[in-house]
T-cell receptor, first 114, second 112 residues
Framework: NAGVTQTPKFRVLKTGQSMTLLCAQD?????MYWYRQDPGMGLRLIHY???????AKGEVPDGYNVSRLKKQNFLLGLESAAPSQTSVYFC?????????????FGEGSWLTVV | KNQVEQSPQSLIILEGKNCTLQ??????????LRWYKQDTGRGPVSLTI?????NTKSNGRYTATLDADTKQSSLHITASQLSDSASYIC???????????FGDGTTLTVKP
């Protein structure tokens, strides 16, 4: 059971370059999320999706775009990478919100922008 | 603004000892509170989930408590092991909207 899978796991970008992080889940979850985690800080929500074809902004959406064309996939794009986007990115998924639902996380993607 | 405050920020204990981590929150309306364990370089993994009506829940050597009146939760780790060294994150979800607020975590180091 793969759960939540993120690719790539590591990436180094030059300032101004673009890239896409791919998240795939095999649990048929309706909700998917992208978070970033900076050293010593908690996870901050970038964007989320409550279903196929829908996306919404989270706490820190600037500089990122997302797409949810298929229920199992949630893509996070950086159009013009900046050093401030150096971080660890976590994708997560869960069933439609009900009290007691667990959020399942991927293993993280380490992004460095130089 | 909804907030989740965890304390202490970091903690060092000897193997075999017990410890308690704290989580205070201002999230309202409250839906549920979860504790996650995050090993270095890995994604968070769920330990416990508690709803409004639950005031304690155990998962092996981990026991979480919830006081919804004072908006406080604690995670008690019994007979600590070296593998307990990790960051422990408290997450509180809002009712209806389902939005979750994450604490900054407590970094626990267990030494032999």
């Amino acid at each position: 059971n793969a759960g939540v899978t993120q690719t790539p796991k590591f990436r180094v970008l030059k300032t101004g370059q673009s890239m896409t992080l791919l998240c795939a889940q095999d649990m048929n979850h309706e909700y998917m999320y992208w978070y970033r985690q900076d050293p010593g800080m908690g996870l901050r929500l970038i964007h989320y999706s409550v279903g196929e074809g829908t996306t919404a902004k989270g706490e820190v959406p600037d500089g990122y775009n997302v797409s949810r064309l298929k229920k199992q996939n949630f893509l996070l794009g950086l159009e013009s990478a900046a050093p401030s986007q150096t971080s660890v990115y976590f994708c997560a998924s869960s069933y439609r919100h009900r009290t007691g639902n667990t959020i399942y996380f991927g293993e993280g993607s380490w992004l460095t922008v130089v | 603004k909804n907030q989740v405050e965890q304390s202490p920020q970091s903690l060092i204990i000897l193997e075999g000892k017990n410890c308690t981590l704290q989580c205070n929150y201002t999230v309202s309306p409250f839906s549920n509170l979860r504790w996650y364990k995050q090993d270095t370089g890995r994604g968070p993994v769920s330990l416990t989930i508690m709803t409004f009506s639950e005031n304690t829940k155990s998962n092996g050597r981990y026991t979480a408590t919830l006081d919804a009146d004072t908006k406080q939760s604690s995670l008690h780790i019994t007979a600590s092991q070296l593998s307990d060294s990790a960051s422990y994150i408290c997450v509180v979800s809002e009712g209806n909207a389902g939005k979750s607020t994450f604490g900054d975590g407590t970094t626990l180091t267990v030494k032999p």
